[in-house]
């Protein structure tokens, strides 16, 4: 029996500023034999939390006799998830879990420290057998570490982040792509203690360490900071450099700027925005139609196009303005789908996958070798070639947008395209089989799979850094349906068959025929059509023979679908004698946003005696 405790740790340092736990490690231990378990299992970790310095004699001897033995270990994931298989003397019993900060977020601390988060009873559950007893126990623990503990471990850690937002100064605008720098006014000299570029929502992070506040002309010989904590005055840059903030020296002595601590939460305002020089990613189209004028794609609509009445099939071009970069850093990009999305309780939302995006070419890049401009396609889930430069996506479906910025490297330039969304890939769509319904039957109701509506959203973030991730552009509700029929009797009692795969039910047939394809007709003629789809559109029933053409008048529809048999325009005793054609033609409302399906046919032939 193997053992795998799995979760998602996070933490944060403002009420709306996460930081990433990457690269901290998850340490999970057996138990001391005490009297104090239960109660330590019971408690929230707020009040089991502890602190212990690595490389503190004290805290070392204090870590050992809190804990039993070491069962597992594993590091933290950009996402915040984490998966210990514990040892095998593991026998199930509670655990004591610690993080190890080591590494935190990309950055290293002067001080590791070990943190004491809970004592856990896992809630085991058996995995993939159906043997319990031999099986693989899988239980998960979830926890978001509040700000008074982030900031408590990030003081003893000697690492501290500056969290903020930039905006426009009396409006509902954010900043994004400028560059916000950080200094601390000292009696000495003034410390430059980081940057960072605004990412999505004008948000940005600066990390720095006791040592940037520490120094003085005298560095490394005497540190010596006359006031505890750094105090913060910010200059803001945009693109260019041009300054759109620049406080005076003397803000870090104002109330709230002076002294403060490893968290500190800053709300910066400029006076006007920067000019705008990334685009602003926004997914608009499926095809060639914009999904929020030209398809009832809000809440509660049909998901269907407002001009025709539509529904969507097979692979959608889902495209919009998209940049390089996002905020000054690489972008990449995925798009997401859930299902039901008007329903009380929408579906949740699922990435789509690299099996699920069909070869989307996203645009060109140009390439000067010597005197001679070579040109390639660029491809998502393309083909590596020397005219075709493939974009591979990630396993769980981001993608990263090409950097190559010059001629001597490769210039990409984007042309909207984002992907090719099969849509048969996102959920199952089984085939109806049609081959008891004759010509003249109506489908049972049951046999018109009704269209299934989805949500579909796209989700930008600079690249590899999952909390700047936001939207890009939501279409709401699309009504989807990719049902295919089977068996689908075709050529009457003139040449029968049955097809499959096929995108409706077309089926026609001359009920003096039945029983003997090649006996012709006299004086009637009674032609037996059935045209079914869940979408149907325009039906015609037209003869031809004889030099001319012929109508009738088709059986009253019902939803989906006209079944039954058709009048004649004419009299049959008046036809000439000669062959004649009859044909059923049908249209399914069904588009790819560029384009729609070919009308279906179905014929049969007879001659006039």
């Not at 004591?96 to 900060?101: F, H, P």
């Not at 930008?460 to 936001?470: C, F, I, N, S």
């Not at 062959?579 to 399906?597: F, K, R």
Request: aromatic share 6%.
């Amino acid at each position: 029996m193997s053992f795998t405790l799995r979760g998602v740790l996070s933490a944060s340092v403002c009420e709306d500023c996460p930081i990433s736990l990457e690269g901290a490690v998850v340490r999970v231990y057996a138990t001391l034999p005490d009297q104090g378990v239960t109660a330590r299992a019971a408690a929230d970790p707020r009040h089991t939390f502890r602190l212990f310095h690595h490389g503190d004699s004290g805290d070392q001897a204090a870590l050992e006799a809190a804990h039993g033995a070491l069962l597992g270990e594993a590091a933290i994931e950009a996402d915040g998830g984490y998966s210990v298989e514990l040892a095998g003397s593991y026998a199930g019993d509670a655990v004591d879990i610690d993080l190890y900060c080591g590494t935190l977020s990309g950055h290293v601390p002067p001080r590791p420290v070990q943190v004491a988060l809970t004592t856990l009873q896992p809630a085991w559950r058996s995995v993939g057998v159906a043997d319990a007893k031999a099986g693989n126990e899988v239980a998960a623990f979830d926890y978001a570490i509040p700000p008074r503990l982030t900031c408590a471990t990030l003081g003893r850690l000697g690492l501290w982040v500056i969290c903020g937002r930039v905006t426009v100064c009396g409006a509902d605008q954010v900043v994004e792509g400028a560059t916000v720098y950080a200094f601390d006014r000292d009696w000495l000299q003034d410390d430059a203690l980081g940057s960072a570029v605004t990412g999505p929502g004008g948000k940005f992070q600066i990390w720095y360490t006791v040592a940037e506040f520490s120094k003085t002309p005298f560095s490394p010989l005497i540190n010596i900071e006359l006031v505890p904590g750094p105090d913060l005055y910010f200059r803001i840059e945009g693109p260019g450099g041009v300054v759109l903030l620049s406080e005076p020296p003397s803000t870090g002595r104002t109330p709230g700027r002076q002294n403060v601590g490893p968290c500190f939460c800053a709300d910066l305002c400029v006076p006007e925005a920067p000019p705008q020089t990334e685009p602003i990613p926004d997914f608009r189209y499926i095809g060639a139609l914009d999904y929020v004028v030209d398809v009832d794609s809000g809440t509660a609509g049909s998901g269907r196009t407002l001009a025709d009445n539509r529904a969507f099939f097979l692979g959608l071009r889902l495209s919009g303005p998209i940049g390089t970069t996002l905020g000054g850093l690489p972008l990449e990009y995925r798009f997401e789908v859930r299902a039901n999305p008007n329903a009380m309780t929408p579906g949740p939302w699922n990435p789509v996958l690299p099996n699920q995006i069909l070869p989307t070419k996203i645009g060109t890049s140009e390439k000067l070798v010597g005197a001679i401009l070579e040109v390639s396609s660029v491809v998502v889930n393309g083909t590596a070639s020397p005219t075709e430069i493939a974009v591979t996506p990630a396993a769980d479906g981001w993608i990263p947008m090409p950097q190559e910025g010059n001629l001597s490297t490769g210039l990409f330039t984007p042309n909207l395209n984002m992907i090719a969304l099969d849509t048969r890939t996102i959920t199952a769509w089984p085939p109806i089989d049609v081959g008891a319904i004759m010509a003249g039957t109506p489908l049972p109701p049951a046999d018109l799979a009704a269209d299934q509506q989805f949500g579909i959203r796209l989700r930008v973030r600079q690249a590899g850094l999952p909390l700047t991730e936001t939207d890009g552009g939501e279409c709401h509700t699309l009504a989807i349906d990719n049902t295919l029929y089977n068996n689908v009797n075709k050529g009457g009692s003139w040449v029968p068959s049955k097809l499959s795969g096929q995108l409706d039910v077309t089926s026609v047939n001359i009920q003096e025929l039945i029983g003997s394809g090649c006996g012709g007709v006299t004086n009637s003629l009674t032609v037996l059509v059935t045209a079914a789809h869940p979408n149907l559109g325009p039906v015609t029933l037209s003869m031809a023979g004889g030099g001319t053409t012929w109508g009738f008048t088709l059986p009253p529809a019902t939803p989906g679908q006209i079944a039954g048999a058709a009048t004649n325009g004419f009299a049959v005793s008046d036809l000439p004698s000669c062959a004649y054609i009859v044909t059923l033609e049908t249209q399914v409302l069904l588009t790819t946003g560029d384009g729609s399906p070919d009308p279906v046919y179905d014929q049969i032939a007879f001659c006039k005696r």
